[in-house]
């Protein structure tokens, strides 16, 4: 969750994917961890991927799965909104094991840097803040050289692999980097990303 501005009257939360293969990610920010913003999440996560989402890896929070009840473990329905949503858009929902983050690790990472960046910076409102995400997302994905990628930056990462694999791809690779220049898409509605095209 993001600390809650005083012109907030409640904390928000920030949901995020990275591509294991190029270190691309995306976030929004949403009023509250539901279901229903999961799977908004995952819509406009569909939405905004050039490449095809065969499979997700999630926590174990309810948002994402019915596994855990209390603090009893049992199995995943699949009924859950967020498994029929990716059975709709055929992605295979896997699930973390419970109380390992490091199976998550990437996210995990990134989630410190996002951390790093609330730490190093002085807010004055909630919109200041979602920007500063933004903007840090923008920067990732488009500026910062990744030593997994071998010195790229995940844009590149994303086009070598589309010169490479096509078939991979639902869309063209471009450099726009992200929600810092559609910012009401990135509030969690229901406005198509426009990401990449």
Sequence with gaps: YLPQMADEDRRRYLFVAIDRATRWVFVRIYPAQTAANARRFLRDLDRAAPMKITRVLTDNGKAFTDRLFGLRKRAATGQHEFD??????????????????????????????????????????????????????????????????????????????QRQRPELFRKRVYNHAGCDSYPKSCRGTDEPAQILR
């Excluded at 094991?97 to 910076?121: A, C, K, W, Y």
């Excluded at 979602?130 to 790229?152: D, F, G, M």
Aim: charged share 25%.
């Design 84 to 161: 029929l949503l990716c059975t709709d858009l055929g992605i295979e929902h896997r699930l973390a094991p419970p109380m390992r983050p490091q199976t998550n690790g990437m996210v995990e990472r990134f989630n410190g840097r996002i951390e790093d960046v609330l730490q190093s910076h002085r807010f004055h409102s909630g919109e200041d803040l979602e920007q500063t995400i933004l903007r840090y997302v923008h920067l990732y994905n488009s500026q910062l050289p990744q030593s997994a990628l071998k010195a790229r930056t995940p844009i590149d990462a994303l086009k070598d692999w």
